[in-house]
């Protein structure tokens, strides 16, 4: 090492602790050779640091400091390793070691004397004033939360906020960082756990934080003195605190729980603790290992006030999971969800590609229930496999969800919004600005562009409208023959399927479609037509006259915002919607110019007689926090964003104009309700066996399950 110092710069939390780094920044400067050189016990260069003190209001923060190279240690609680480790690749290096090497501590449940009597079992603590030294501590929150959800105590109403579950227990109590972004994701927690903390801390904005006189070990302590009932403590803290008596406070019960280990550290070591007052300063001398004498009676600054000496962490186990071991478990366990998994079906491979990334995103933030992927021929085929429970959720246009509702019996839980104020969408109906001879009340023998065979905007409300207005002859219900000879050429994909189409099979209604073997004219991403984009690029490329989709497409897939070769070139003002009364529009006036309007796309799962509450609390939960980490449609290139597909591909799983996921409310939770009588009749004027009971049972074949069946139709 030169001989030039570098700086090695601590990061602090409070004033007595940023005092207490400032002593030992001038300790190491002043007094080196006598403050180190007994104690340094591994071959290393001599020590050629200074000690730099970084002011911060958090150890989160601190944290932070650390992965934006601000900051270079920090002293953790092992609940903050675990953050630090987990979120930020922060790696622990030195262990601190009480009397005698003692590595851990004593998770405790302290009472004051004479209190709580009436408490006989874990059960009876429910509604007690509790205090926390912080949300996330080891021994004051992972710990004891974990035991009380292991013993079904604390009952789970949300799988991922444990605070949330917390608040439902226990009565008005301190646990401070409660309300913090870290604990309280969605914004949406309780001021239950904050309520009885201090009512002032150092300076403004300190209530219920890292600031708050009641955080910490000892200020929960202190809480349990002025106001609660019970605090979750290290039984170290109250052996300190016996040190430097409170005039008028009985001595605590305690109870231990569990054993963890000791708060990580870094590479200084102390002196001989002192018992004398330095007669030149008036106070006493520093002391790495000492704090409440000489700081303000405020304990463990920078370290813990009963560390002896430090254990150096071999490299090959700096990582937060080898250093907290098995208490790691206890970390984990709060984040316990009673639904282990969600299987998402999608129906493309480029569907599945995103489902896995997605996969991959929701574990890193620890989300549950954890999601799985299931990949399914068509939504159809998806809706067989939710009802066998071989799947649990998909992602489906409003035409599906009436056919999942009534065939299935699955549900809609959420619902996609898109730009405007409610999770609705309008169906339009575009073609060309430079094609006059294109009309919405004469499409007699022109080329035609949907999104998929009964799709709510690409079929079921344009046909209903050309049907219902005497514009095509109607066949009865039969809009497929209707289209197949009313128009010349289109691109319906799926319309020959068999889940669909229950006749003749009508070739002018695939000639458009662009898709390669057996993706061509098929209901799914694999076909290059299909879905609104998909749509859209048929009326750009593919020969179409008009297009049948939402009122967003146009506007995504114009003036530069889509790459791809076919939409280079395109802006939105070489398009115009086709009105209802034969005008025309330019495509941002869909809100006067539309053929309707209907329901996003909702995620369906279960419903009737396999209906399971808690099930879709889970499902609602994970979709509900996933969207609050990657719902967001910009940042880097790295970060897994829900709304949007990588190019060439567009609208795989949700849509690409999705702006939120939105709780469908319980009394609309079946399709009928959910998709209103609008849409129920324009559904049955397009489709024959729309007014029809349940569609006979499925009988499944399977063979060498898990790698592949056979699905046969009863016969009627």
């Excluded at 006989?120 to 974990?146: E, M, Y």
């Excluded at 070990?217 to 609660?228: I, M, N, P, V, W």
Aim: proline share 4%.
């Amino acid at each position: 090492m030169s001989g030039e110092e570098e700086e090695l710069t601590w990061c602090t939390i409070s004033d007595e602790e940023q005092e207490k780094c400032q002593d030992l920044a001038k300790a190491v400067q002043e007094k080196f050779s006598d403050f180190f050189a007994s104690r340094i016990t591994w071959n290393k260069p001599r020590f050629s640091y200074k000690i730099g003190c970084q002011r911060a209001v958090s150890k989160e923060e601190c944290m932070e400091y650390l992965d934006q190279g601000i900051a270079d240690l920090v002293s953790l609680d092992p609940g903050e390793v675990f953050l630090g480790g987990r979120y930020m690749s922060l790696v622990p290096i030195m262990q601190e070691l009480m009397q005698g090497d003692i590595d851990h501590f004593y998770a405790v449940a302290v009472v004051k004397r004479g209190d709580l009597r009436d408490v006989h079992t874990l059960h009876d603590l429910r509604d007690k004033k509790a205090c926390f030294a912080g949300v996330g501590s080891l021994a004051s929150w992972s710990l004891p939360i974990s035991i009380l959800m292991d013993r079904r105590v604390l009952e789970i109403v949300d799988c991922n906020n444990h605070v949330k579950s917390a608040s439902e227990f226990f009565g008005t109590s301190c646990a401070v960082n409660a309300l913090d972004d870290k604990f309280n994701p969605l914004g949406d927690n309780s001021n239950k756990l904050c309520e009885i903390c201090a009512e002032s801390g150092e300076g403004h904005g300190q209530y219920c934080s890292s600031g708050d006189p009641f955080a910490g070990y000892e200020g929960a302590l202190q809480c349990l003195r002025d106001k609660g009932d019970i605090a979750f403590l290290k039984h170290s803290t109250v052996e300190l605190v016996a040190e430097v008596p409170e005039s008028g406070q009985e001595d605590p019960d305690v109870c231990d729980y569990d054993v963890t280990p000791t708060c990580e550290a870094a590479r200084l070591l102390r002196t001989d603790t002192p018992d004398r007052i330095d007669p030149l300063t008036g106070r006493h001398p520093f002391d790495l290992f000492s704090s409440a004498y000489r700081y303000n009676k405020k304990h463990n600054l920078l370290f813990e006030d009963k560390t002896r000496k430090f254990l150096r962490i071999p490299v090959p186990q700096q990582s937060y999971k080898d250093y907290l071991k098995d208490s790691l478990d206890h970390i984990l366990r709060v984040r316990h969800c009673p639904v282990p998994s969600m299987r998402l079906c999608v129906v493309s491979d480029h569907e599945l590609s995103k489902c896995i990334r997605m996969m991959t995103a929701l574990r890193a933030q620890l989300l549950q229930p954890e999601l799985s992927c299931f990949k399914g021929h068509d939504s159809v085929d998806c809706m067989k496999a939710i009802a066998r429970s071989e799947a649990d959720v998909a992602v489906v246009d409003a035409g599906d969800v009436y056919t999942a509702g009534k065939n299935y019996e699955l549900i809609p839980v959420l619902v996609e919004q898109y730009n405007l104020d409610t999770p609705e969408y309008y169906a339009v109906a575009v073609t060309w600005e430079e094609d006059p001879d294109t009309d919405i009340l004469y499409l007699k023998g022109r080329y035609t562009c949907h999104s998929g065979i009964m799709h709510a905007a690409g079929w079921v409300l344009p046909m209903a409208y050309l049907i219902n207005n005497d514009r095509i002859r109607p066949y009865g219900c039969d809009s497929i023959r209707a289209a197949a000879e009313f128009f010349s050429k289109s691109c319906v994909p799926g319309v020959s399927s068999s889940d669909y189409n229950f006749g003749k099979t009508w070739n002018n209604l695939c000639d458009l479609c662009h898709g390669a073997s057996h993706a061509f004219c098929s209901r799914d991403p694999s076909e290059d037509f299909f879905g609104h984009t998909g749509a859209f690029r048929c009326l750009v490329e593919g020969g179409g006259n008009v297009a049948f989709v939402k009122h967003t497409t146009v506007l995504e897939n114009t003036d530069g915002k889509r790459r791809q070769f076919w939409a280079r070139n395109q802006i939105n003002t070489d398009f115009q919607l086709l009105c209802r009364n034969g005008k025309r529009v330019p495509v941002q006036e869909y809100e006067h110019c539309n053929l309707g309007k209907v329901k996003g796309n909702a995620v369906i799962t279960r419903g009737g007689s396999a209906f399971n509450q808690t099930q879709v609390d889970a499902f609602l939960n994970l979709f509900i926090y996933a969207q609050s980490f990657y719902g967001l449609k910009f940042g880097d290139d790295f970060s897994f964003k829900m709304f949007s597909s990588e190019e060439p591909y567009a609208d795989l799983i949700f849509q690409d104009a999705t702006q939120q996921l939105v709780v469908v409310p319980e009394e609309e939770r079946d399709y009928e309700s959910f998709l209103g009588e609008e849409f129920l009749h324009a559904m049955r004027t397009v489709n024959c066996r729309a007014g029809r009971s349940v569609l006979p049972p499925i009988l499944s074949v399977i063979i060498l399950p898990s790698i592949t069946s056979f699905m046969l139709r009863a016969l009627l």
